[in-house]
T-cell receptor, first 109, second 112 residues
Framework: KNEVEQSPQNLTAQEGEFITINCSYS?????LHWLQQHPGGGIVSLFM?????KKHGRLIATINIQEKHSSLHITASHPRDSAVYIC???????????WGAGTKLIIKP | DTAVSQTPKYLVTQMGNDKSIKCEQN?????MYWYKQDSKKFLKIMFS???????INETVPNRFSPKSPDKAHLNLHINSLELGDSAVYFC???????????FGQGTRLTVV
């Protein structure tokens, strides 16, 4: 079992839908990251969280430390949001980023 | 200006060759990383450098060696390339460990 699990693995939705991607982890962490990998391969950092909630535009990320769970929400989804979204955590006991397998999101017009 | 830049973007080479991928960051960050993304799109850390010292060296073949001429650069050298080395390699940087990481665009290496 991976230390960082994402769900769903694949998600296809219609433009305008509210999207939720989940990330659960089994280790103690100091921070959690959400990243976006574009179809062309480039990776962009979206959020870094250690508690609570952050919002950038149509993107919202939340984390519940007690439940070891984070969610990434996209409101009013658009085809340009189509990408792979990756959750990664900084463990307490080491400096590495532990990666989830990613969620492939496709937004249809 | 690109914050983290990698060159080349694509690299096709024959088995047995030696190649390098360059990475430069203009963010003034102290920590740089190399990641390998496998065919399943899973990212695995290979190396990280903090203030020119190798902090983490994962169990990668010693054919791979990171070289950091200065804080802004972390180059990846690969000797005696093998077919299994074909992957996308990402460079990243951050202010320190446990801070937001910024990624390069990736280098797609194909060994034929």
């Amino acid at each position: 079992k991976n230390e960082v699990e994402q769900s769903p693995q694949n998600l296809t939705a219609q433009e305008g839908e509210f999207i939720t991607i989940n990330c659960s982890y089994s280790v103690g962490i100091s921070a959690l990251h959400w990243l976006q990998q574009h179809p062309g391969g480039g990776i962009v950092s979206l959020f870094m969280l250690s508690s609570g909630k952050k919002k950038h535009g149509r993107l919202i990320a939340t984390i519940n430390i007690q439940e070891k769970h984070s969610s990434l929400h996209i409101t009013a989804s658009h085809p340009r949001d189509s990408a792979v979204y990756i959750c990664a955590v900084n463990g307490d006991s080491n400096y590495q980023l532990i990666w989830g397998a990613g969620t492939k999101l496709i937004i249809k017009p | 200006d690109t914050a983290v830049s990698q060159t080349p973007k694509y690299l096709v080479t024959q088995m047995g060759n030696d190649k390098s991928i360059k990475c430069e960051q203009n963010l003034g960050h102290d920590t740089m990383y190399w990641y390998k993304q496998d065919s399943k799109k899973f990212l695995k850390i290979m190396f990280s450098y903090n203030n020119k010292e190798l902090i983490i060296n994962e169990t990668v073949p010693n054919r791979f060696s990171p070289k950091s001429p200065d804080k802004a650069h972390l180059n990846l050298h690969i000797n005696s390339l093998e077919l299994g080395d074909s992957a996308v390699y990402f460079c990243a940087s951050s202010r320190g460990f446990r801070t937001e990481a910024f990624f390069g665009q990736g280098t797609r290496l194909t060994v034929v």
